[in-house]
């Protein structure tokens, strides 16, 4: 695990330092924090209810990653809080509620460049372990990966066994980028050319990243039968406490509104069950 490049720990570490111990939230403004694949996503929905509502504002926050925008609400330091992952049992001990108010799919994405259009699980797996270096058109693989504890490095070791296993040889090769939140993990993908890994659909509209998507084909070779589908979708969670101010329960009742569904929509996020 030390061959692992980490990319902005201090950035994030301090991100979540700025949260936690610049006190409560005022009345006046409303802050919310948390995963960053919603970050977009909730900005624009900001404007609209900004819009709507005149003197209120929304500030929302760099990426904290789930955990922190959870303990960020818990300790009253923002309003509202954007996970990626139901709550922890202490968590809702804590005082945290969280209500599912989205779902977007996970993709492999690459940099625009790149004229590959699709992948299989075979692919995936030759990737991952290192045996495939290159894409068809002699192009570098440059794969970014998240930490190990991740939600999306569990979505892809779920894809098959011999992916699986090709995730932790990723882990051990020196050459290994590490993302550590969804923007940097964006950011990454971007920027390097010949770029692999994985990524939020609504992510990429929302945040207009200029990444490739590229379509999962599942080869007869893969035995992905025990794979659920909704591993393929990521469940976006609105967090909240009693003591949420008025502003933050009126924002909470517009994100579920037709009108902000309809926008949600219209980035590829789809209303959660």
Same mark, same amino acid.
């Given at each position: ?44 929905? !900001?404007? /609209?209810?900004? @819009? ?6 929304? %500030?929302? #926050?760099? +990426? &904290?990653?789930?955990?922190? $925008? ?103 090769? !020196?050459? /290994?980028?590490? @993302? ?6 964006? %950011?990454? #993908?971007? +920027? &390097?050319?010949?770029?692999? $890994? ?76």
């Amino acid at each position: 695990m030390s061959n692992i490049v980490f990319r902005s720990a201090t950035l994030a570490l301090g991100a979540m330092a700025t949260v936690l111990f610049s006190g409560a939230a005022s009345a006046e403004t409303l802050r919310i924090g948390g995963t960053g694949v919603a970050l977009g996503s909730i900005s624009v929905l !900001a404007d /609209a209810f900004e @819009a709507q509502h005149p003197g209120s504002e929304i %500030e929302v #926050l760099p +990426s &904290l990653g789930s955990g922190g $925008g959870i303990k960020a609400v818990i300790a009253q330091a923002i309003d509202l809080g954007l996970s990626s992952r139901p709550l922890k049992d202490k968590e809702a001990a804590a005082g945290a509620k969280a209500r599912p108010y989205a779902q977007t799919a996970m993709v492999f994405a690459t940099s625009v460049g790149n004229d590959t259009s699709t992948i299989t699980t075979e692919d995936i797996a030759e990737i991952y372990s290192g045996e495939a270096s290159q894409w068809p058109n002699g192009t570098p693989i440059r794969l970014v990966m998240r930490p190990p504890s991740e939600g999306d490095i569990k979505v892809i070791r779920s894809l098959s066994q011999e992916i699986d296993q090709a995730v932790d040889a990723a882990f051990e090769r !020196a050459s /290994a980028v590490v @993302a550590l939140n969804d923007q940097e993990n964006a %950011e990454t #993908l971007e +920027s &390097l050319e010949g770029s692999f $890994g994985l990524m939020a659909v609504g992510q990429i509209k929302a945040e207009n990243r200029q990444l490739k998507a590229l379509k999962l084909v599942r080869s007869e070779a893969t035995d992905m039968s025990d794979v659920p589908e909704d591993e393929f979708l990521k469940t976006l969670y609105l967090v909240s406490s009693d003591a949420a101010s008025p502003l933050a329960a009126a924002f909470q009742t517009f994100i579920y509104s037709e009108e902000a569904q309809a926008i949600l929509s219209s980035y590829d996020f789809k209303p959660a069950n």
